[in-house]
C-alpha cells in the first residue's frame, strides 16, 4: 500500500531554490511547493516545514528569493537540499539584487519577493510573497515527478 507521500509524489512540479537574507547570512533550501497566487498584484507562495532548520530565517526574514532551476541545474536541487547554508553555497557564483538576496546566475526564471503574510498550515507555514523583481531566460525547468528529475517536453498543436 503506498503512502500519501507516494501519492503525493505523483504530481509533477518544477524545482526551486528558495534564498533569503537573514542575521547577515545567505540562507538557501530546495524547494518543490512553489506556485503562483495573483497576477495583479504578482503574488506567489511556497512553504517551509516548522521543524526545518531554516525555517526561523525564512518566516523572520522581510522577503525571499524563488530560483527557477533549470534542467541543467539538477545538481543544485541536490545541493541545497542538504547539509549546513555554508556547504549549500560554497563554489557557487551568486548574483545580489536590490534587496540584497541571493539569484543563482543561470536560473531559468527569478522571482524577489517581499514577504505578505505567513500562514499556518499543518506542520508547514506557507510564505506568500509580493514581487518586487523578476526575469527570466530561454530553457527548459527542471522537474520532479515520483522524486526523479527529468523535464516536460512540450509541443506546439
Not at 526551486?16 to 507562495?45: G, I
Not at 525555517?55 to 528569493?65: D, E, K, P, Q, Y
Not at 545541493?79 to 536590490?98: C, H, L, N, Y
Not at 518586487?132 to 530553457?139: A, C, N, P, R, V
Request: with cysteine; glycine share 8%.
Amino acid at each position: 500500500m503506498s503512502s500519501i507521500k507516494d501519492a503525493m509524489s505523483c504530481f509533477t512540479t518544477g524545482v526551486t531554490v528558495v534564498t533569503t537574507h537573514f542575521e547577515n547570512q545567505d540562507w538557501a533550501m530546495t524547494c518543490n511547493s512553489f506556485n503562483t497566487v495573483s497576477m495583479d498584484p504578482a503574488l506567489v507562495l511556497w512553504s517551509v516545514a516548522k521543524g526545518a532548520f531554516s525555517h526561523r530565517a525564512f518566516t523572520s526574514a522581510s522577503g525571499f528569493l524563488v530560483n527557477i532551476l533549470s534542467l541543467e541545474q539538477r545538481n543544485l536541487a541536490m545541493k541545497f537540499s542538504t547539509g549546513s547554508q555554508a556547504d549549500r553555497f560554497k563554489g557557487e557564483p551568486i548574483e545580489r539584487v536590490s534587496s540584497h538576496r541571493a539569484k543563482l546566475p543561470l536560473s531559468l526564471a527569478w522571482f524577489d519577493c517581499e514577504i505578505q503574510q505567513i500562514v499556518s498550515a499543518g506542520d508547514h507555514d506557507v510564505l506568500i510573497g509580493q514581487v518586487l523583481d523578476f526575469g527570466s531566460s530561454q530553457g527548459l525547468g527542471l522537474a520532479l515527478s515520483k522524486r526523479q528529475f527529468g523535464y516536460i517536453e512540450t509541443s506546439i498543436a
